[in-house]
């Protein structure tokens, strides 16, 4: 017999964690940035690392937004293939959700509901919804705000099999150093590698939003992340794009199956100001 879930439960958590992300950057973000304010070799580079560190624990203290770009909300929703959703429209619980945490959150207005005509929908919503089907009976609903600082500073790639490992370091590199300071660095690189043009970007979104804490389990793709890392700090870059060595925070990576053919890779980018929450139902 199926678990009977009413919608008005996931409309409630889209809410609170919208907020909750909003106001509180994550410990595994902010406890590498005041990691980050010790190792950082450059003067400039320190004072901005404490400031971006102050300006977080004030922004959790206080209960306001800890950036004026409150983002695009994106949700990913895990449910449970035992689990009947009742009471009304998933899709539109999801957006009333949103709606209501950014009301009750006072985040920024930034979305439109066009691409083209670019009317701002002056209520956050929609969300980006991806919705996957696990086993179980119970609904994991995970919460992420996207600045478009580092989201526009996002790139896609369909390597060739001949590009190899090599070819997917480059790739990575060139767009956190393309990226500069625009993309709010220190960041949080997240990479998909593999399946399609479109799951290759998600692989990437959910990379990104995955605690930086967390090493990839495969001991190859670790030793990437790794590597991509030292390689990344390397550009100089450094906090706000001002010089340093602390130039990412952490490089997180998902694979996936793909064709003899191809070599999708997708590296989203996540600011210093990496938002998300998750909760299960
Ligand atoms: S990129 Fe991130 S830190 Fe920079 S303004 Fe946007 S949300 Fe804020």
């Known amino acids: 017999m199926p678990r009977q879930l009413h919608v008005d439960a996931i409309r409630q958590a889209v809410a609170e964690l919208l907020v909750e992300a909003n106001y509180c950057i994550g410990d595994d973000v902010l406890d590498a940035l005041r990691q980050a304010a010790e190792e950082e070799q450059s003067p400039l580079g320190r004072d901005i690392l404490a400031q971006l560190v102050a300006n977080y624990e004030l922004a959790r203290q206080e209960r306001v937004p800890a950036c004026q770009d409150t983002g695009l909300t994106i949700v990913f929703l895990a449910i449970g293939q035992d689990v009947h959703l009742v009471g009304g429209d998933l899709r539109q619980a999801v957006d009333a959700g949103v709606r209501e945490g950014s009301k009750t959150g006072f985040l920024r207005n930034s979305v439109v509901g066009d691409p083209l005509l670019r ?25 992420a705000c996207k600045g478009f600082g580092s989201e526009n500073k996002s790139r896609l790639a369909m390597l060739t099999p001949a590009d190899g490992i090599e070819g997917v370091k480059r790739f990575v590199v060139e767009t956190v150093e393309r990226a ?19 799951l290759a970007a998600r692989l990437s979104k959910q990379a990104v939003i995955r605690p930086i804490t967390q090493r990839h389990p495969r001991p190859d793709i670790r030793a990437l992340e790794e590597e991509l890392l030292e390689e990344i700090n390397r550009l100089g870059i450094g906090p706000q794009g001002l010089g340093g060595i602390k130039t990412a925070l952490a490089v997180n990576i998902e694979v996936y199956p793909t064709h003899i053919a191809g070599l999708p890779v997708a590296v989203n980018i996540g600011c210093h100001s990496n938002r998300h929450r998750d909760m299960w139902l």
């Open 119 to 143: 009317r701002n929908t002056g209520d956050n919503g929609p969300a980006v919804l991806h919705i996957d089907i696990i086993p179980g009976d119970r609904v994991h609903v995970t919460v």
């Open 180 to 198: 500069g300071a625009q993309a709010c660095p220190p960041v949080i690189v997240g990479v998909g590698i593999g399946g399609s043009f479109e």
